[in-house]
Nanobody
């Protein structure tokens, strides 16, 4: 599985960004896709996750609930992270990850900077 993330950038507090993660390769068997982030000198943390094998159930970290929304376009094999009401503490490198069978696959990171 190859994952290509895009959509990061510089945004002012209160602004919005939408990240995209396009999957290619052997996609059969993918169970979940999600977004993680890592801020400087902090551990990587799960931001949002979507179950792609059934129903599309989602999970959000408490820090982003009500502000971020994860969704997928099955036809495009793409998962999105819509980020609204961004805060400076959302600044981090964002990574998409997929879980296929028992293996995890990571995309390259995309920088999100929230600053005035």
């Amino acid at each position: 599985v190859q994952l290509q993330a895009s959509g990061g950038g510089l945004v002012q507090p209160g602004g919005s960004l939408r990240l995209s993660c396009a999957a290619s390769g052997r996609l059969a068997g993918i169970k979940t896709m999600g977004w993680y982030r890592q801020a400087p000198e902090k551990q990587r943390e799960l931001v949002a996750n979507i179950i792609v094998i059934s129903g599309g159930d989602t999970y959000y970290a408490d820090s982003v609930k009500g502000r971020f929304s994860v969704s997928r376009d099955k036809a495009k094999n793409t998962v999105y992270l819509q980020m609204n009401s961004l805060k400076p503490q959302d600044t981090a490198v964002y990574y998409c990850k997929s879980r296929r069978w028992a293996a995890n696959y990571w995309g390259q990171g995309t920088q999100v900077t929230v600053s005035s």
